[in-house]
């Protein structure tokens, strides 16, 4: 059995222990006594040396500690020592999730459902459909007002039988080891806290997202928070610059420019159909009729659907006096197919018809029809039909 070090004192960081045992090739080890904190419960594991020897996992075994070194270990007896910039991190985060999830249950009834913790931000993941701009300010607001109050967080160890007030009931019978964050929360906990709320430092809400029928918050705590905010603001800064503005300007000006492009972009649009319809007469007025008295015209790209711009060519080419267009975008294996009035041919019965030979789906009316097809096999299929149909 491991002696966990870090459940008494998650500021220890150099520690020397006796090897009890160890695989054939001696690179994961286990110890008498470690400090060296698993993966489990969200958080990762510590990083570090263990004689000299860089630690690349710590692993949880129940009763004991696996180390996985990036080399053999031979010494029986060891010095270790934890990273401690990775350990203090992982400190404010799981602290700061603690806070966190007692927060939401203190205002909302909200429980947490699920933690976890990146290597740049961290989430949890809570038992509720919604939570709103303001219950996140809430929320924001309150988190940080208890770091600021630089309230204790403790642990102790009590028997799952009598352990009272915790804010999610433990299945795991015997002792338990419980962390309590002074007057707000008390939690079953294995991880490694900071020693007070105000070490935690600022706490940011990040990013919420819908999963499973729940929330998804994405959160940051101590020196995450303060990179996160320096990136947001040098990006901000970044963009003011380009606009030629203050960053106190820039959401006015940015919907400013974004209301400018959209009516631009119908602008744009309006003259490309207005393009394609004048192009389509024109190809019309330039294709000579067959034996049969009939234009035709193929427009095949490799694009992967038929566009706007497309379909009113195919419209503006068959407006004209018997005439056939047939329109293929390649990659996303669909068909446009457009008759005149007079051509003699239903444009959806026919394509119609073909589509559901070759194993495709679509249709239309007698002048315009359109559809797909799964495979490039099966467009080969569909176009040979159709050379058929259309005689």
């Known amino acids: 059995m491991t002696d966990r070090l870090y459940y008494h004192d998650a500021q220890l960081t150099a520690f020397t222990a006796q090897v009890v045992d160890a695989s054939a090739d001696r690179c994961r080890v286990y110890l008498d006594r470690s400090a060296f904190y698993p993966a489990s419960g969200g958080q990762p594991s510590d ?71 990146g290597a740049e931000v961290s989430d949890i993941e809570i038992g509720t459909a919604t939570l709103n701009t303001e219950q996140i300010a809430n929320v924001e607001r309150r988190v940080n007002d208890v770091v600021s109050q630089n309230r204790a967080v403790s642990v102790a160890f009590e028997d799952a039988a009598t352990a009272q007030g915790l804010r999610k009931p433990s299945e795991r019978p015997g002792i338990l080891r419980i962390v309590s964050i002074d007057g707000l929360d008390r939690s079953a906990c294995g991880g490694t806290h900071v020693s007070s709320t105000a070490a935690i430092g600022p706490v940011f809400l990040r990013k919420l997202d819908r999963v499973r029928g729940n929330v998804r918050l994405e959160f940051v705590c101590g ?48 003259l490309a159909i207005e393009l394609a319809s004048l192009q389509g007469r024109q190809l019309y007025e330039s294709t000579q009729a067959d034996a049969s008295g009939i234009r ?35 990659q996303g294996r669909a068909v446009l197919l457009a008759a005149s009035k007079d051509s003699g041919r239903n444009a959806g019965d026919i394509l119609k018809q073909c589509l559901q030979a070759a194993g495709g789906r679509g249709g239309g009316n007698p002048q315009l029809a359109q559809g797909s097809v799964p495979a490039p096999e099966a467009l080969a299929q569909l176009l040979e039909l159709l050379k058929d149909r259309l005689g």
């Open 296 to 330: 035709r015209y193929t427009r095949s790209e490799a694009v992967a659907a038929i566009s706007d711009e497309t379909r009113t060519l195919a419209q503006s080419f068959t407006a004209g006096s018997k005439a056939i267009f047939l329109a293929v975008a390649e």
């Open 223 to 270: 020196h995450r928070a303060l990179r996160a905010a320096r990136g947001d603001y040098e990006r901000l800064a970044e963009v003011a610059r380009l606009l030629s503005a203050s960053p106190e300007e820039v959401p006015e000006l940015v919907a400013s420019l974004q209301g400018k492009a959209a009516t631009a972009e119908k602008a744009n649009r309006k």
């Open 47 to 117: 990083r570090g040396l263990l004689g000299g020897i860089d630690v690349v996992d710590v692993i949880d075994e129940e009763d004991r500690v696996a180390h996985v070194l990036a080399a053999p270990l031979n010494a029986s007896v060891v010095e270790g020592t934890v990273a401690w910039t990775r350990r203090h991190d992982h400190m404010q985060q799981h602290t700061g999730q603690h806070l966190l999830s007692a927060v939401l249950e203190e205002l909302y009834a909200i429980p947490t459902l699920s933690f976890h913790m």
